[in-house]
């Protein structure tokens, strides 16, 4: 079946460090692909998506690349704040006509230290 | 901008009690969901409801669990007979199309049996 792959975490990193989050999927067909962002106390947010292979998605300064030929959404971001602390998830929606169900990544803790 | 709410917070119960939780989706929205999310573990899928039935469930939304829309606006998850395993965040989301397009989700109810 469909499945996303995530970095292990937790991972930390000072202000102002460049991130990558590396996320790979594995699915039948080109699925449109997101990733969602889990702040402190809070629920899951959309953080940006791409619909089809080579689209970038972004957001508050975060990116990522459908890359079709290496199955992979990686999140970059070019220089972490403090507010990016957060839990990261990659997800897949479904290709099958009527499902209805998103595959969500483990997640990825970030902490950025002042 | 447009919300999922979610209530109660935080709901503690007693192994063995009914709980419902109580979610309020976007209002243009079609389809709704439930998912839960283990402390530190994957956001796992529970169920869809689409146009007054479900239309997908998972393994884990056995004959304990139950969705109703009841009155056109709330949209709940009861527990019949809660047990200590199904101490979880849970998130209600909703989205307008299908969820190729992503979906909205709610903060979230913490639930905790003791």
């Known amino acids: 079946g469909d499945s996303v792959t995530q970095m292990e975490g937790p991972v930390t990193l000072s202000e102002e460090a460049f991130l990558t989050i590396n996320c790979t999927y594995t699915?039948?067909?080109?699925?449109?692909l997101f990733w969602y962002v889990q702040y402190p106390g809070e629920g899951l947010q959309l953080l940006l998506k791409a619909t089809k292979a080579d689209d970038k998605g972004s957001n508050k300064g975060f990116e990522a690349t459908y890359r079709k030929e290496t199955t992979s959404f990686h999140l970059e971001k070019g220089s972490v704040q403090v507010s990016d602390s957060a839990v990261y998830f990659c997800a897949l929606p479904p290709l099958i006509q009527g499902a209805q169900k998103l595959v969500f990544g483990q997640g990825t803790r970030l902490t950025i230290n002042p | 901008e447009p919300e999922v709410t979610q209530t109660p917070s935080h709901q503690v119960t007693q192994m063995g009690q009914e709980v419902i939780l109580r979610c309020v989706p976007i209002?243009?929205?079609?389809?709704f969901y439930w998912y839960r999310q283990i402390l530190g573990q994957k956001v796992e899928f529970l169920v869809s409801f689409y146009n007054n039935e479900i239309s997908e469930k998972s393994e884990i939304f056995d004959d304990q669990f139950s969705v109703e829309r009841p009155d056109g606006s709330n949209f709940t998850l009861k527990i019949r007979s809660t047990k200590l395993e199904d101490s979880a965040m849970y998130f209600c989301?909703?989205?307008?199309?299908?969820?190729?397009?992503?979906?909205?989700f709610g903060s979230g109810t913490r639930l905790t049996v003791v």
């Open positions: 209002s243009n929205h079609l389809y």
């Open positions: 989301a909703s989205s307008e199309r299908t969820a190729t397009y992503g979906y909205t």
């Open positions: 699915a039948t067909g080109y699925p449109s």
